[in-house]
């Protein structure tokens, strides 16, 4: 089997050599949106990439077999092109729980703390009085959850350790979990002082955090993103900041990854930002990559793991 690996975070030497003993291993450390990675795909029947693509790759799979993504997410590689040609694609599913929620959470003390506020006063001597500015305290908040599986129960957890109330937007009315009260979208928008999006990218979520949903938020709310930049209108986001509606925001994830340096969402005095990391901690990263390299190893078995695609079966 010729194998290519494609991988934005560096595989140790042993996870290569687990690699190379199923076939003939091709290895690069990728860059994001690199646009060489039609020519970096192209000949690999066995794929292990990092999905954060700035171009199509499956018009360069001819011969490939099977993908096994470096992620949870899925949305950035072309399915169903991928089912047209028969690739079976796997993802590795759960293996950032608890540091996407950490990190949710991070974001959302940021805000609420005005942590980015200080340096710049501080800096210019522009702190003169007892009070420099407020900040804004959580129990008794209400944090509002778009998307509860386990990344979102998980933040709600350390949302109830803060004194908060959690409600949450739920697509499967079964999956309630205890503690979260499921509400319909409307009511979430009108009753969350922080709301976290934690969802999937799919038709129904992309853009719906737009102008009639920012109306719609509690004044002075705060939006904290970790999911996909796809799901928030973002010239839609810096009206509602500036206008006033929303208190804050702070994002993990953009639209066009990476932002183009001059975006407005990296200078808003108001947005905290960090650079697609919440899933990083040493730990998940060593996961990701392990799990990635034994859904290749099952399906050379012949088995099923982590599945996203079917496609093809081996012969």
């Known amino acids: 089997m010729r194998i290519h690996a494609v991988s934005l975070c560096p595989m140790s030497e042993a996870q290569k050599g687990r690699l ?7 290895y690069w450390d990728a860059k994001v949106g690199d646009p060489h990675m039609g020519e ?8 292990v990439t990092t999905p954060r693509l700035s171009v199509d790759i499956t018009p360069f799979l001819d011969g490939c077999r099977m993908i096994s993504l470096q992620s949870a997410g899925a949305d950035a590689l072309n399915l169903q092109a991928c089912a047209a040609r028969g690739v079976r694609v796997a993802n590795v599913p759960e293996f950032c ?5 950490e990190h949710a959470f991070a974001l959302l003390l940021a805000v609420a703390k005005r942590l980015e506020a200080g340096r710049p006063l501080l800096r210019t001597g522009g702190w003169t009085e007892a009070l420099a500015y407020p900040t804004i305290g959580l129990r008794g908040r209400t944090l509002g959850l778009f998307g509860c599986g386990r990344i979102g129960g998980r933040i709600a957890e350390l949302a109830r350790a803060f004194g908060m109330d959690v409600i949450a937007a739920v697509r499967h009315p079964l999956r309630r979990r205890p503690g979260i009260e499921a509400v319909d ?11 976290v999006l934690a969802a999937p990218a799919t038709p129904e979520t992309i853009g719906v955090f737009n102008a ?7 004044p002075a709310a705060a939006l904290i993103n970790i999911s996909r930049g796809s799901l928030v209108v973002e010239r839609d986001l810096l009206d509602a900041l500036d206008r006033g509606l929303l208190s804050g925001a702070a994002t993990d994830v953009f639209r066009e990854e990476p932002p183009n340096p001059s975006d407005p969402l990296l200078a808003h005095p108001r947005v905290v930002v960090s650079p697609h990391v919440a899933w990083g901690t040493s730990d998940a990263v060593e996961r990701l990559l392990d799990i990635s390299i034994d859904n290749v190893e099952a399906y050379l078995r012949g088995e099923a793991r982590n599945v996203v695609v079917w496609g093809n079966e081996l012969p």
């Open 20 to 26: 190379a003993a199923l076939g003939e291993l091709r």
């Open 185 to 195: 979208f409307e009511r979430l928008l009108a009753d969350s002082d922080f709301l």
């Open 212 to 218: 009639r949903a920012f109306a719609a938020m509690k």
């Open 97 to 101: 729980t608890d540091a996407a929620a």
């Open 40 to 47: 970096l795909v192209s000949g690999a029947e066995i794929l």
